[in-house]
């Protein structure tokens, strides 16, 4: 696809989100296939960091999404940018209450594994829990809500520091500094958690 057909769709897709977002049902039908394969790229983005043998298969986080996304109807749409953090973040609740759920279910055993590398959150090459970097992610959204932003349209979201600048409204160089800041951060407590 074209540069020019890219920046075409991303109007189409915005324009879509704010008729569904003004209550215009059938936005969402015609919207839906042109984020469709954006959905499941952060849908196999997001299982790529779970275990090989995860009950969910990328047509299913999405469709769990899908259905869950159809709820935020009403939400105040702005941009594709906003969609696609709205869309990560369920997509992280939906495994995270499915890795919550399996841990209870075997009394605590059995933590569902992410790898953390050094381009994402941590340096070298730790694998952590996918609750433990859900913990210390609600932590750091007490401490610095935009920091946790970052994160998760960065990590979670796929999303480019350019993207990320326009959504939250701030410099790229800011959004850089937030990344950096929120990935040491992170890294110190998962480590914590696991130290003692």
Not at 19 to 43: K, S
Not at 47 to 57: A, G, I, N, T, W
Not at 98 to 121: E, F
Not at 123 to 137: C, F, I, M, T, Y
Request: glycine share 6%.
């Amino acid at each position: 696809m074209s540069q020019k057909s890219l920046d075409s769709a991303k109007v189409d897709v915005s324009e879509l989100l704010v008729a569904w977002g003004a209550g215009d049902r059938t936005a969402l039908d015609r919207l839906l296939p042109l984020v469709y394969r954006e959905l499941r790229y952060l849908a196999r983005r997001q299982l790529r960091r779970e275990r090989p043998d995860h009950s969910f298969q990328t047509t299913d986080l999405v469709n769990e999404a899908y259905l869950r996304l159809v709820g935020h109807r009403n939400a105040n749409w702005q941009h594709r940018a906003q969609f696609l953090a709205v869309s990560a973040r369920i997509m992280r609740r939906i495994l995270v209450d499915h890795a919550r759920r399996t841990q209870y279910q075997k009394r605590g055993g059995g933590a569902v594994r992410i790898p953390l590398d050094d381009v994402t959150l941590v340096s070298g090459a730790a694998s952590e829990d996918v609750v433990a970097l859900d913990d210390a992610l609600q932590k750091l959204s007490l401490h610095d809500p935009r920091k946790c932003q970052v994160v998760e349209l960065r990590y979670f979201g796929g999303l480019t520091v350019e993207e990320i600048a326009q959504h939250l409204g701030v410099a790229e160089i800011t959004v850089k500094r937030d990344w950096s800041i929120a990935k040491a951060w992170l890294s110190r407590q998962i480590s914590h958690r696991y130290a003692g």
